[in-house]
């Protein structure tokens, strides 16, 4: 079955850097377009960034343009999300996800906390 795992998250101090990780199983991982979302209590998912097939179109929210990049590796099915210059307000559970068909997939989920 599909599988999304994320890690990398935890606690940084605001300026810091962190790359997060999903790692998929259970699908053709390098025929779909995988996307990154972070949620906040209270508020909806947000898209932050997507990345196609082969990776030759990233799209970002403009609350992380310049600061976030979203990359693959096709052979180690796993899609990373560097974030750099972080800000309190990046603090939210953030989610890889992917829709395959008429079907969405999400991992569980790793918690960035942004605080002095």
């Known amino acids: 079955q599909v599988q999304l795992v994320e890690s990398g998250g935890t606690l940084v101090q605001p300026g810091g850097s962190l790359r997060l990780s999903c790692t998929a199983s259970?699908?053709?991982?390098?025929?779909?377009?995988m996307n990154w979302y972070r949620q906040t209590t209270g508020k909806e998912r947000e898209l932050v960034a997507l990345?196609?097939?082969?990776?030759?179109?990233?799209n970002y929210a403009d609350s992380v343009k310049d600061r976030f990049t979203i990359s693959r590796d096709n052979a180690k099915n796993t899609v990373y999300l560097q974030m750099n210059s972080l800000k309190p307000e990046d603090t939210a559970v953030y989610y890889c996800?992917?829709?395959?068909?008429?079907?969405?997939?999400w991992g569980q989920g790793t918690q960035v906390t942004v605080s002095s």
């Open positions: 990345i196609t097939r082969a990776g030759g179109i990233r």
């Open positions: 996800n992917v829709r395959l068909g008429g079907s969405e997939y």
């Open positions: 259970g699908f053709t991982f390098s025929s779909y377009i």
